[in-house]
Each structure stands twice: as C-alpha cells, then as structure tokens.
C-alpha cells in the first residue's frame, strides 16, 4: 500500500468515528420519584420523609411534637417489620417504601378523577380530560406564557390513548391510573 492509500484509509476511519452520533437516549424506564423534594440529607430529610411515610403523612408528622413522632414511628416501624423479629431490613424497607408509593398514587388517582369525571358516570373520556386539564387554552393552544399546550396536549392524547385497554377514548379507573 502507498501513503496515499493509507492516508485515505485512515481519513475515512476517522469520518466514521467522528460521526458517530455521541448522545446516548436513555431508553430505560425508570420508576417515578418518591417525593418531589430534593434528596439531599446533608440539608434535610424532606425526600426521605416523604419517600417513608407518603406526602399526605409526612405532612402530619411535621406538625407533631417530638414524642407523638416517636410514638407514631413506633407504629410505623411495627407494621414495617413484617417477620416481626424487631429489626427492619432493607428488603422490608423497600417493600413499605413501595407499599407508600403505591399508596400515595392511589390517593392522587381519586384526587384527579373527581376533577376529572365531569359527568360522574364512573369512567373519564379523552373529552372529559382534555375539557378539564386543557380547556381554558383550547381557544388559544399557543398563549404568550411559553407553553406549547398543544404538544403537551399531543402527547397526553397518545398516553391515554397506550392506557385505554379496549379503545373506545373511554378510561375506567385502572385504566385512568395507568394513564396517570
């Protein structure tokens, strides 16, 4: 081989490595947040509260006095550990934190779907969402806030469409904490 042939070699494997797209799209689903607080326990231990005992609950702890806490830990910590040998261990703490969460999302579920089933007929349609979440922009999609609503709405439509399970644009309550 003559230089030339070599250099045009290692010019084209340059090209190719070179374009070789460098943003990688996280295709993994991750699970949701435990809180909405920031997770920073050299601060405060507002995430793990709530990741512990739930929003609604951790709230309530807050207005506790120190010994109604314990107390209520206590309680907490009892229910915790499952083969009642009077230790947590990780296993039982991740299955009460799951068990927390889940809760916590059930709880938001009625929350939204009394907002949400307008005509209280127990299922929620594509109609009845997009009137409640979207309806006050539906006459301007393009407000001078920044939002684009239309692409937020786009992308609820295709998500509840995924949760509907029999097509019909109609969500009964597992299908609306899917869509959720």
Known sequence: M????????VLFCTVCVLSKPTDKKDRVHHDPQLSDKMHDDGQNFDYDHDAFLGAEEAK???????????????????????????????????????YAQ?????????RQWKGHDLNEDGLVSWEEYKNATYGYILDDPDPDDGFNYKQMMMRDERRFKMADQDGNLIASKEEFTAFL
């Open 2 to 9: 003559n230089v030339r042939q070599i250099l045009l070699c």
């Open 60 to 98: 309530t702890f807050d207005q506790l006095t120190p010994e109604e806490s314990k107390e209520r830990l206590g309680k907490i910590v009892s229910k915790i550990d499952e083969d009642k040998d009077g230790f947590v261990s990780m296993e039982e703490l991740r299955d009460w934190i799951k």
């Open 102 to 110: 889940k809760r916590w999302i059930y709880e938001d579920v009625e």
